[in-house]
């Protein structure tokens, strides 16, 4: 089995997509999704070759991927409507399914009665999962649009105008978490007399933020949120300023976009107005997305943990199994062996191989999977990507892996991550510039430095790699670029 892994994995050419520490229950439900593609938009594609890591990296196929981006290109604004279509309506169900387990008392279940729950929550989940590397690819390409249609037709102010154009109408629910948490440091400040009840009811209200990847015991608490006041204040800045500054940098890429519209002299405006559209739509659709399919999982967790319960398995360990796995264990009692599940522990890594979907953790067949992947990307040296928002900042590195990171992330560091996500702001807050290895400018990174206005440089792929915790840096977000100094 050793000699047949490596074999698969030297002879793809992979294409790194970002280093997510994702719970092997979440990686086993995306993974095999990207089948249920053509069935669910007619789009004529699947992913045939994932390799990933239980240290956050996974890889595509490269040729796959590339193939993606041309199905996309070729396609046009029809292609993106109906990708888009599919996207909302499958991911609406998947928390409408979620919502309605939410309510059920799992002890009470027969074997039977769990088994169809579970069946019907993964269903939900594979269909709605496959709208994550595909939502990355298309971002890429609309991206490409508006940037040639740019530089064609249009005497535009930079990056700026293409960051209005493209901001979105409506705002995630990271936007209004940051607006209720600088509401709430005033009343903090104010020593109001109910500011414990506040934070329970912020908590109440955004807690699952926190609760990503599957990572069910991630979300947040009022210690979370009462330390990121006492961070905040330690910058010395006014809250009622920064909310004032977020409401008005929404306002003022409306502006700035109907502008810029009406400046226009193309000749397929209708056309490029759609596109805008497009990006506006998928900018949010993205967090929003991902949002709520992590939402839908915290809702189900009962379900997996009864499972794991009801048949002799500590619950804490439904991170460490697969969706088949938990299928297997309910209806035919079937566990994995507890030495197995403390291997996964330590480091393991998986290959979904045309429909078949394998965890490894032997330490020689992840070791030498790493160094397959290793000398593919040996001449890597540069860091470079697209910025979000221009700027030249000076500064030290801190690396930002998972959330357990962000408590390292200092006043005026650099953040380096993978991606940021909504449960980062109180970290991004702090930094004076961020990299990240993904996203495109429609990315949650890209809408918070527009919204903070800080430097950023986003799809570097290579970031978090090359640059290490510590290093002094130099983020040059006109030209894209990130060096040593």
Not at 422 to 440: N, R
Request: aromatic content about 10%.
């Amino acid at each position: 089995m050793k000699m047949d892994i490596i074999k698969k994995v030297r002879n793809v050419e992979w294409e790194y997509e970002v280093n997510r520490k994702e719970a092997l229950l979440l990686r086993s439900l995306i993974d095999p999704s990207y089948y249920n593609l053509k069935k669910l938009t007619g789009i004529n594609w699947r992913a045939n070759k994932i390799v990933r890591f239980s240290s956050g990296e996974f890889y595509h196929d490269k040729k796959e991927m590339n193939r993606l981006f041309k199905i996309y290109d070729n396609g046009g604004i029809e292609i993106m409507n109906r990708l888009k279509r599919a996207l909302v309506r499958n991911v609406n169900y998947l928390y409408q399914v979620a919502e309605k387990k939410s309510k059920i008392n799992v002890q009470r279940l027969s074997r039977k009665e769990l088994a169809e729950h579970l069946r019907e929550f993964f269903q939900a989940a594979l269909n709605a999962h496959c709208f994550f590397v595909t939502m990355v690819v298309a971002d890429r390409v609309i991206t490409a649009w508006i940037k040639e249609w740019l530089e064609k037709s249009y005497n535009s102010n930079g990056l700026e105008d293409l960051f209005a154009l493209i901001y979105p109408k409506k705002q995630n629910v990271h936007f209004s978490e940051q607006l209720a948490f600088l509401k709430l440091i005033q009343y903090y400040q104010n020593n109001d007399k109910n500011i414990k009840s506040k934070i329970k009811l912020h908590v109440k209200k955004f807690g699952l933020i926190g609760a990503r990847n599957y990572r069910f015991q991630k979300n947040w608490n009022e210690s979370d949120i009462l330390d990121r006041i006492k961070q905040f204040l330690k910058q010395k800045k006014d809250p009622v300023v920064e909310r004032k500054n977020l409401i008005l940098a929404s306002k003022d890429a409306k502006l700035r976009s109907n502008r810029i519209l009406k400046g226009l002299k193309i000749k397929n405006k209708n056309s490029f107005k759609i596109v805008i559209e497009l990006a506006k739509e998928f900018a949010y659709l993205r967090t929003w997305r991902s949002d709520i399919i992590y939402v839908a999982g915290f809702k189900s967790k009962h379900l997996f943990y009864e499972t794991l319960s009801r048949y002799g398995v500590d619950a804490n360990n439904a991170e460490y199994y697969t969706y088949k796995e938990i299928l297997n264990l309910v209806k035919r009692n079937k566990s994995v062996p507890e030495a197995e599940i403390n291997k996964r522990k330590k480091g393991y890594v998986t290959l979904y191989w045309n429909r078949k979907y394998g965890v490894f953790s032997d330490p020689k067949i992840i070791s030498a999977a790493i160094g397959v992947i290793e000398i593919q990307n040996k001449n890597e040296k540069v860091v470079k990507g697209n910025t979000a928002f221009p700027g030249v900042i000076t500064g030290k590195a801190t690396i930002v892996l998972s959330p357990e990171d962000l408590v390292k992330v200092k006043t005026g560091d650099i953040l380096v991550a993978v991606m940021t996500f909504p449960h980062y702001i109180a970290a991004m807050e702090k930094a004076s510039a961020f990299v990240t290895d993904e996203g495109g400018i429609l990315c949650h990174a890209a809408i918070i430095a527009r919204e903070m206005g800080k430097p950023c440089i986003v799809g570097t792929k290579n970031g978090t790699r090359l640059i290490k915790d510590g290093d002094h840096i130099i983020v040059n977000a006109e030209k894209g670029t990130v060096v040593k100094t």
